[in-house]
C-alpha cells in the first residue's frame, strides 16, 4: 500500500500565506514526482506545482513567484511542501497531493492521490 497525507489548509485573509504538508508513505521503491493540484467549485483539476525526483520543479504561470514546492526525503518518507505566500481569493480551493510511485523495481509508475485539503482565501 501507499498512503498521500496532506496537512496545513485552513482560512486566511488576502496576501496572507499558509504552507501545505504532503507525506508519502509505505511500500515504495521510487517516487518519480510529487505534486500539487487544485479544484475550485464548478472548475476541473489543474496542476499548480510538481517537483521531480531530481528537484527540477514547475508551476502554473498563476502562481508563479508567490508559491514554492520543495521535497524532503527521509528513509522511508517523502514529504513535499507548498509554501504559498501572497494569496489571492482564486487561489481558493481544495488543494490536493499527487505521488508517481513505482511498488516495487519492476513495476510500473502509478498516481496516487490524498484525500485533499481545503485553502479558503478571504477578500
Known amino acids: 500500500q501507499v498512503q498521500v497525507v496532506e496537512s496545513g489548509g485552513g482560512l486566511v485573509q488576502a496576501g496572507g500565506s499558509l504552507r501545505l504538508s504532503c507525506a508519502a508513505s509505505g511500500t515504495i521503491f521510487s517516487i518519480n514526482a510529487m505534486g500539487w493540484y487544485r479544484q475550485a467549485p464548478g472548475k476541473q483539476r489543474e496542476l499548480v506545482a510538481i517537483i521531480t525526483d531530481v528537484g527540477s520543479t514547475n508551476y502554473a504561470d498563476s502562481v508563479k513567484g508567490r508559491f514554492t514546492i520543495s521535497r524532503d526525503n527521509t528513509k522511508n518518507t517523502v514529504t513535499v511542501y507548498l509554501q504559498m505566500n501572497s494569496l489571492k481569493p482564486e487561489d481558493t480551493a481544495i488543494y490536493y497531493c499527487?505521488?508517481?510511485?513505482?511498488?516495487?523495481?519492476?513495476?510500473?509508475?502509478?498516481?496516487?492521490w490524498g484525500q485533499g485539503t481545503q485553502v479558503t482565501v478571504s477578500s
Open positions: 499527487n505521488a508517481l510511485v513505482a511498488r516495487y523495481y519492476y513495476s510500473d509508475s502509478l498516481n496516487y
